[in-house]
């Protein structure tokens, strides 16, 4: 018993003294890390010509800068962007002063780092010249150590318009192109789109830092996934190291996980660029999965720089493990496009992601929280990163390896030509470059694409002859296409990240050819542009839709924030600022006659082309997944707005849910039951994309508005997993023969444990057409800690209900739904207000409001919201 208990004493001992050696390593390692300071104070900017200084943010731009200083007024309210052109015309400058610390002069070396420019500056320290930016997508770095004092360094940028370098470009190529902008890195959403204001930007848009080192720092940690499986994974860390010396040095990574690994290497570094490469293999990884695949598992890592056993610097970040292949190969169709993730086929289903502001640097953490948990609540496993815009910032890419977000990642090139001189072509390489291996380490990034539509643009827009191009015109501007999308962007990905897929132009084909149907990926404009039923979108189903939309107006909050209320009505000027499309009030008014009443208060409105929108990107959602494996992806056209505006978002600028937003949020789930009919069948669908095999009820009855039912069955099904089981019944034996207007069939999903799974409201006419009778409804409203718990009922079936608290901020769990007469229905809002008399302020509309069965495409009144 002694020897036993010395024995653990013995044992305890020398794992304290393991623990304390740690701890003491640990704690007394030496340290020659880099020092980073960021220059964000005291920083001071005036327009050219003017001596008058005003305070200024950095990261930051000019216009909010004004705005700031009450120079000008908001950007965003009434028609005020017209008469804030005048910024965009003028140069700006930027200053302020800086010490540089005693420690950081001791350095060997000292770089600038200027992460984002917008766009064309002169910079300079303490008046002498080091850097003149013209690329908004790159960083600079520049070394200035034998530059800086220790006190008061002047640091100074000049920020030109880019209109007269444009002018002054295109002179010099001596060929117009379809668009001005594509002279110049600058993000082309800003000067101007069918969605968007026209605000020509210029400022520090991303940091400025001082980085200092002695003998040697890391650059870059490439986490190259060599082999990703269920049993095992081999990784490889590609370490490039900047060193001013000669010497041998040790690098050493850990991953932090399920299981940890560590491993360390020696390299004997040179002067200038050194590469090192650790592999290593992992077994029984946890692999990452997309939304709704699985769980979205990430490892830390660390990689460290020893010399000496001096630590001399570190890089940290997360990866996911997961083998993605984008599979585009000829077959019996034409040619497949789709995404198969740890070996299992996905069906792609997201929207297309635009900036959040034009001013990008008021888009906080919480912005991009907010959009990202928002696409996974609603069921997206992919985000298209649009070409029009910017790369994001790191945020963006980290919250979509965090929710399991896919992202389709275009380059920053939409819709436009682009020359093809030297300078530029080096420029376009140099950003590639920085953001390629930027965002390589991503979990997230599914694909590259070369660019948005300039292909589709030069084959089918007629640019040549509205340009007046000769031969050798056109000759100059495709090659100048080959060598940015056929030769440098591939040659890039190849070089820095050649695991991922490279599509060159998106689409593949423009909607008006067959083989957008066929082959690749397709955007479908003929419902919209083409203005064709939304009945099309039934037989249009491609191969990949990686665009296709309609608009409806943003939440009253939202039309609130940029008109008055006597401006609430589509003849003002400030509604017609905001609506930027040139036809798109027009187009909105004839579908909506097509489909639905058109109410005659403008409230009322702007609620019906919510409806508007959902009912028929709904529709063709529900096409694209019944077709798969046909067709593998549906990303709609747009997910977010830059601005306050009438625009294709199912998001607007403030975050608030169209219609559309919470019918994607259904349409997207994994298991999903869809109901059609044609004049003589009625089909049900039974679309299973979860891991799991499905045991299920389907309750199915057919009904009038009151609580009349004509037929009612229940049966029972098996659907596979990744599945899809579909049933066929004949019309004129579950139906009765007449007043399909007063009829709805609704069909609920079930699984074996009688969990409801989904459940769908299948109408025989159109919403407009519907002989829906008034509702009287019951509410209950109980306080609870995320805010408020609502239960409704109605007297009759009531369509479209939409719930809304005016004046008060929140978020509905479920809107817009339908009621079936006598049902309890059951939604949260979600707030951190308390709301005085919440039944008296919960204000409730639907479609019964506006249908009784009379006649589509009644006259307009004016739309005055008074």
């Given at each position: 018993?002694?020897?036993r208990?010395?024995?653990?004493i ?10 304390s050696i740690f ?16 220059l ?6 005036h327009?050219?010509g ?9 990261p930051?731009?000019?216009?909010l ?5 009450a120079?000008i007024?908001?950007?965003?309210f009434?028609?005020?962007?017209d ?12 200053e ?6 005693r ?7 000292i ?38 004092k220790?006190?008061s360094?002047f640091?100074?940028l000049i920020?030109?318009?880019?209109g ?7 002179k010099?190529?001596?060929i117009q192109?379809?668009?001005a ?21 210029a400022?520090?848009?991303?940091d ?6 002695n003998?040697a720092?890391?650059e870059?940690?490439f986490?190259?996934?060599?082999y990703?499986g ?7 860390a ?17 991953v ?5 690994r560590?491993?360390?290497?020696k390299?004997?570094?040179i ?8 592999s ?7 692999r ?19 010399l000496?056993?001096i ?15 984008v ?5 019996s ?21 635009i900036?959040?502001?034009?001013f ?5 953490n919480?912005d ?5 948990k ?7 496993n992919?985000l ?10 790191d ?8 929710y ?5 990642q ?60 000769s031969?050798a ?17 591939p040659?890039?990905i ?7 897929f ?14 957008s149907?066929?082959?690749?990926d397709s955007h ?7 203005v ?5 979108y039934?037989?249009k ?15 009253l ?5 940029f ?5 609430q ?9 905001h609506?930027?499309?040139?036809r798109?009030?027009e ?24 409806l ?11 096409a ?13 056209w747009?997910f ?16 608030n849910?169209k219609a559309l ?8 789930k ?12 009625i089909e049900?669908?039974?679309?299973n994309d ?6 299920v ?7 009038d ?5 004509y ?18 019944f004949i019309?004129d034996?579950?139906?009765p023969?007449?007043g399909?207007?007063?009829?709805v ?20 006419c159109?919403p ?5 009778e ?19 009922e109605?007297?009759h ?10 004046g ?5 769990t479920?809107n817009?739904f339908?009621?079936?007469?006598g049902?309890?229905?059951?939604t ?30 009644r ?8």
């Amino acid at each position: 018993m002694q020897l036993r208990t010395r024995t653990g004493i013995i044992i305890n001992l020398i794992v304290l003294i393991l623990i304390s050696i740690f701890f003491v390593r640990e704690c007394c390692e030496t340290k020659d890390l880099p020092v980073i300071r960021k220059l964000d104070q005291h920083w001071m900017f005036h327009m050219a010509g003017e001596n008058r200084q005003y305070p200024a943010k950095t990261p930051g731009l000019v216009h909010l800068d004004l705005f700031e200083n009450a120079l000008i007024p908001e950007p965003f309210f009434a028609s005020n962007e017209d008469s804030l052109q005048w910024i965009g015309e003028k140069s700006w400058i930027y200053e302020t002063y800086f010490n540089a610390s005693r420690e950081m002069l001791q350095k060997k070396n000292i770089h600038f780092v200027f992460e984002g420019l917008d766009t064309f500056a002169d910079v300079f320290l303490n008046d002498e010249l080091i850097l003149q930016a013209d690329n908004m997508f790159v960083s600079w770095e520049i070394p200035i150590k034998d530059k800086l004092k220790t006190d008061s360094n002047f640091l100074r940028l000049i920020f030109y318009p880019p209109g007269k370098l444009i002018e002054k470009r295109q002179k010099e190529y001596g060929i117009q192109l379809p668009q001005a902008r594509g002279f110049v890195r600058k993000a082309p959403y800003q000067f101007g789109w069918d969605w968007g204001p026209r605000f020509l930007t210029a400022g520090i848009w991303k940091d400025i830092q001082i980085l200092a080192w002695n003998d040697a720092r890391i650059e870059d940690v490439f986490i190259e996934q060599d082999y990703v499986g269920k049993d095992s994974a081999r990784i490889s860390a590609r370490v490039e190291i900047e060193s001013s010396v000669f010497a041998e040095a040790a690098i050493e990574i850990e991953v932090k996980g399920k299981p940890n690994r560590k491993a360390k290497q020696k390299i004997n570094l040179i002067p200038g660029g050194n590469i090192a490469r650790i592999s290593f293999s992992m077994p029984d990884p946890q692999r990452w999965w997309p939304n709704g695949m699985g769980d979205p598992y990430l490892y830390d890592y660390m990689v460290k720089l020893h010399l000496k056993e001096i630590l001399l610097d570190e890089n940290s970040g997360r990866i996911g493990l997961r083998d993605i292949r984008v599979v585009n190969a000829p077959d019996s169709i034409g040619e497949s496009f789709y995404v198969e993730v740890n070996g299992q086929q996905l069906f792609i289903q997201g929207a297309n992601y635009i900036p959040q502001d034009n001013f990008l640097t008021r888009v906080r953490n919480q912005d991009y929280k907010k959009l990202i948990k928002d696409a996974a609540q609603s069921n997206m496993n992919m985000l298209r990163v649009w070409g029009g815009g910017v790369y994001e910032k790191d945020i963006f890419y980290d919250l979509c390896d965090e929710y399991g977000l896919l992202v389709w990642q275009d380059f920053m090139f939409a819709c436009n030509m682009y020359p093809g001189n030297k300078e530029f072509l080096v420029s376009i390489e140099k950003e590639a470059e920085q953001n390629v291996k930027r965002l390589r380490n991503h979990a997230c990034i599914a694909l590259w694409c070369g660019n948005n539509e300039v292909d589709e643009g030069w084959k089918n827009w007629g640019w040549q002859k509205q340009l007046g191009y000769s031969f050798a015109d056109s000759i100059i501007v495709r090659q100048a296409y080959h060598d940015i999308f056929d030769s440098i962007l591939p040659a890039v990905i190849h070089q820095y990240d050649p695991a991922t897929f490279y599509w060159p132009s998106s689409p593949e084909y423009g909607w008006g050819h067959e083989e957008s149907m066929t082959h690749g990926d397709s955007h479908y404009w003929g419902v919209w542009w083409g203005v064709e039923p939304f009945e099309t979108y039934r037989e249009k189903v491609p191969r990949f839709m990686s665009e296709f939309g309609f608009q409806a107006f943003p939440s009253l909050a939202a039309i609130d924030s940029f008109a008055e209320p006597k401006n609430q009505h589509l003849d003002s000027k400030a509604m017609k600022t905001h609506q930027k499309h040139p036809r798109g009030f027009e187009l909105i008014d004839l579908y909506m006659q097509r489909d639905f009443p058109i109410p005659g208060d403008f409230n009322a409105y702007v609620y019906m082309s919510q409806l508007l929108q959902a009912h028929g990107i709904g529709m063709a959602i529900e096409a694209q997944r019944q077709a798969k494996p046909r067709c593998m992806g549906s990303l709609y056209w747009q997910f977010n707005d830059c601005w306050p505006v009438i625009s294709w978002s199912s998001r607007d600028y403030y975050g608030n849910w169209k219609a559309l937003q919470y019918r994607v949020q259904d349409l997207y789930k994994n298991v999903v039951l869809i109901a059609g009919s044609t004049e003589d069948e009625i089909e049900l669908s039974v679309l299973n994309d979860s891991q799991e095999k499905l045991q299920v009820t389907i309750h199915m009855r057919i009904q009038d508005f009151g609580e009349k039912i004509y037929f009612d069955s229940l049966f029972k099904c098996t659907v596979e997993s990744l599945g899809k089981t579909a049933f066929i019944f004949i019309r004129d034996c579950i139906m009765p023969t007449r007043g399909e207007c007063k009829l709805v069939l609704i069909t609920e999903l079930r699984d074996k444990k009688g969990r409801m799974l989904d459940s769908d409201f299948h109408y025989f006419c159109k919403p407009g057409q519907l002989f829906l009778e008034p509702v009287q409804f019951k509410t209950e409203i109980k306080k609870i800690r995320e805010g408020y718990l609502i239960r409704l009922e109605g007297n009759h079936l009531a369509k479209c209900v939409f719930l809304q608290f005016e004046g008060h901020t929140g978020h509905f769990t479920k809107n817009f739904f339908d009621l079936p007469a006598g049902h309890n229905y059951t939604t949260r809002y979600l707030t951190e207000e308390r709301i005085n008399d919440p039944k008296e302020n919960l204000k409730i509309i639907c479609l019964n409001e506006f249908v009784n069965g009379k006649p589509l495409g009644r006259k307009r009144v004016h739309l005055n919201k008074y």
